[in-house]
């Protein structure tokens, strides 16, 4: 009998390991290729188990453009072994604390929970090689569906080695599992060009699209929700493509000085501009030929239209919200459903998320003990939401910026947003629609649950005495505000002391994504204006919003912006950094803009959360100066990786 064998690249060492388990496969838990291999049952749990690798996007624990970036701050006391927010991994990221010895997020090795033993994705390559080389042995099979498995296996094996690229830069690409017997010196790989990489992974994606099995869209959704489709591979493909073109991928000479020891300059950092353009025009073909695909198969933009007699206001702020929270909605291109799993108290799976976000005590007759409120979001974050005529806070003729952080009461006309009669800070007026469908603060509205009515809403009380304020002691928010965006508006039933959260697949990449992509990688490309201006346009009129010619014209201190490419090049990062906040995208952003390096240095400041009136609680307060160095913007490859292998060379910096 044949024994299973596995190349496990957790180094680059390549140590050869027998009896690879795998889940509820064969029985009495030894594993082989004929087992694994000899009915359809068991290679198709073979399949799930290449599944299992992904990332779960949605997680504090997976994903860690969720605290390393600058949408949310998390405590020091939150993210310890025992906090409440263990599994935040990227917080030491942003608190300067990446490291070689112990590197933390570490995809190449394994992900950790506060370095703790985690999975690698170079050992979810692995496996999905075992399952190309051995898919055709199986009996009981029709060759179609043979080949969907192996489609879809090719297209996991594709995202598992951009997400590593996307961490590392270069990285060795394992093509193939290298066979029982290699030599020691035949182990020790070289890491693969930066370009060569791209080049793979788009290669990969190719032979997905142009598998005949594999789905344009997934029809049976009560079975095979979740599972790839080639509109998912047309929206990744476009994703990969910008990313390739992005700075920090294209031409990046801050990297020209690593070179292996073959003298090989692994970055690629010499680019002619045409040659990076070129990368940008790819781009655009790619993009537009998703959002075409996606529009045939009947995605479009979530607009909400549950039976509920509400403003048109409220409606604005639930269709933003639903885009993300409404499970499987037609905006959702990728779904990934992995990201349920986990307990409200722990750092594993969407369920902190949810948990983190809601203001423990909202509800004045609960303490709502399993939700806490952690998840802080910064002031200077907040001020990057538009005001209500759809520009920037610091570009807006008529925004009184000066009182900003000066008290005002909320009116009528402000009932929808703030509660009538509450005071609060001048900085949470007259800012755009996705402002309060995102955010929770002192006095803002939570409509939802079994709080649906407009005229008597349930809204935050957050100073030190408030229903959710801090006299909760190490359960409450320490800047003022959470992100309620990633909360069901029907999230949850008060009874007492607890409240339960409504799950839904996390939005790995919705349309809106897509659009967005589109119009950076047309605008970088050199296209229309009008073109460009076109697929934004479509983003922010969903959310309520003027589109950007008519917004800049007739508010903006800058109204030419629109009409150059860095211009439009602000804007359309800034509408992807507003519409896809707190989506776990915003990290990735800065880091391919390369931008990071001046946007997480700033200090993170938050209202002063232990006051008790309103002139001691909106006070500006620094919680923390981060730290994102040069040699952050890539992680480093363990040491204990780099030592077995002197082929490898070490990224910048450590």
């Known amino acids: 009998m044949k024994r299973l064998f596995f190349i496990s690249i957790v180094s680059t060492a390549l140590i050869i390991s027998s009896c690879k388990k795998f889940l509820d496969i064969v029985p009495d838990g030894i594993a082989t290729i004929d087992n694994a291999f000899s009915t359809r049952?068991?290679?198709?749990?073979?399949?799930?188990?290449?599944?299992?690798?992904?990332?779960?996007?949605?997680?504090?624990?997976?994903?860690?453009?969720?605290?390393?970036?600058?949408?949310?701050f998390c405590a020091t006391a939150d993210i310890s072994t025992n906090g409440a927010l263990g599994g935040a991994v990227g917080s030491n990221i942003l608190y300067g604390n990446q490291n070689s010895n112990s590197p933390y997020a570490d995809a190449w090795t394994g992900y950790s929970t506060l370095n703790s033993p985690g999975r690698s994705l170079y050992q979810g390559i692995s496996d999905c090689n075992i399952f190309l080389e051995n898919i055709d042995k199986v009996p009981d099979m029709q060759p179609e569906e043979k080949q969907?498995?192996?489609?879809?296996?090719?297209?996991?094996?594709?995202?598992?080695?951009?997400?590593?690229?996307?961490?590392?830069?270069?990285?060795?690409?394992?093509?193939?599992?290298?066979?029982?017997?290699?030599s020691i010196a035949e182990s020790k790989v070289y890491r693969n060009t930066l370009d060569e990489c791209f080049e793979y992974i788009e290669q990969q994606l190719d032979e997905v699209l142009a598998n005949e099995a594999m789905p344009d869209f997934i029809s049976n959704e009560a079975q095979e929700l979740g599972r790839i489709s080639k509109g998912i591979v047309h929206a990744f493909k476009a994703y990969v493509q910008v990313t390739a073109a992005s700075p920090l991928f294209n031409g990046n000479m801050d990297y020209a000085g690593v070179v292996d020891n073959k003298g090989v300059a692994i970055f690629n950092p010499q680019k002619t501009e045409q040659q990076k353009s070129e990368r940008w025009v790819k781009?655009?073909?790619t993009a537009k030929a998703a959002v075409a695909f996606l529009e045939r198969q009947g995605h479009y933009l979530y607009v909400f239209d549950q039976n509920l007699q509400v403003s048109e206001k409220t409606k604005t702020k639930l269709s933003i919200r639903g885009a993300v929270t409404e499970n499987w909605n037609k905006e959702v291109v990728w779904g990934n459903p992995n990201c349920w799993t986990g307990?409200?108290?722990?750092?594993?799976?969407?369920?902190?998320?949810?948990?983190?976000?809601?203001?423990?005590g909202l509800v004045p007759t609960s303490t709502n003990a399993n939700f806490t409120g952690r998840m802080n979001v910064p002031l200077n974050f907040v001020a990057k939401f538009y005001t209500k005529n759809g520009i920037p806070v610091e570009e807006d003729l008529t925004y009184d910026q000066a009182g900003m952080?000066?008290?005002?009461?909320?009116?009528?006309?402000?009932?929808?947003?703030?509660?009538?009669?509450?005071?609060?800070?001048?900085?949470?007026?007259?800012?755009?629609?996705?402002?309060?469908?995102?955010?929770?603060?002192?006095?803002?509205?939570?409509f939802g649950s079994s709080f649906l009515d407009e005229e008597n809403p349930l809204y935050a009380e957050m100073k030190v005495t408030g229903s959710a304020g801090s006299y909760r002691a190490n359960s409450h928010n320490l800047t003022g505000y959470t992100a309620k965006k990633l909360n069901h508006f029907r999230t949850t039933v008060v009874t007492g002391s607890t409240a339960t959260a409504i799950y839904y697949a996390w939005p790995v990449i919705r349309l809106a994504d897509v659009y967005l992509l589109c119009a950076e990688a047309l605008n970088e490309a050199g296209a229309d204006k009008a073109e460009i201006l076109s697929y934004v346009d479509k983003v922010r009129a969903r959310a309520g919003l003027n589109g950007v010619?008519?917004?800049?014209?007739?508010?903006?201190?800058?109204?030419?912006?629109?009409?150059?490419?860095?211009?439009?090049?602000?804007?359309?990062?800034?509408?992807?950094?507003?519409?896809?906040?707190?989506?776990?995208?915003?990290?990735?952003?800065?880091?391919?803009?390369?931008?990071?390096?001046?946007?997480?240095n700033k200090p993170v400041t938050g209202w002063y959360v232990y006051g008790g009136t309103n002139e001691t609680y909106y006070v500006p307060v620094t919680l923390y100066r981060p730290l994102f160095r040069i040699?952050?913007?890539?992680?480093?490859?363990?040491?204990?990786?780099?030592?077995?292998?002197?082929?490898?060379?070490?990224?910048?910096g450590y």
């Open 41 to 72: 049952i068991s290679a198709e749990k073979y399949l799930f188990t290449c599944y299992s690798y992904m990332p779960q996007q949605g997680s504090l624990a997976s994903n860690p453009s969720f605290s390393a970036g600058e949408e949310f």
């Open 283 to 285: 781009a655009a073909a």
């Open 343 to 360: 307990g409200s108290s722990s750092a594993n799976g969407q369920s902190a998320i949810a948990s983190h976000n809601w203001p423990r």
């Open 148 to 182: 969907r498995w192996r489609a879809e296996v090719v297209f996991l094996k594709a995202y598992y080695h951009f997400w590593l690229v996307r961490q590392y830069g270069p990285i060795y690409l394992l093509k193939s599992n290298l066979p029982v017997g290699v």
């Open 549 to 600: 010619e008519q917004s800049w014209s007739t508010h903006s201190t800058r109204p030419d912006k629109p009409n150059t490419l860095a211009g439009r090049r602000e804007i359309i990062q800034r509408e992807r950094t507003i519409e896809l906040a707190f989506e776990g995208h915003g990290y990735w952003d800065l880091r391919r803009w390369k931008t990071a390096y001046d946007q997480l």
């Open 631 to 652: 040699k952050d913007y890539f992680w480093p490859i363990a040491i204990t990786e780099a030592r077995k292998n002197e082929n490898l060379v070490q990224n910048q």
């Open 405 to 446: 952080y000066n008290l005002r009461t909320a009116t009528a006309d402000d009932k929808y947003y703030i509660k009538e009669g509450y005071t609060t800070a001048g900085l949470n007026f007259d800012r755009e629609p996705r402002f309060y469908a995102d955010l929770i603060f002192d006095g803002g509205i939570w």
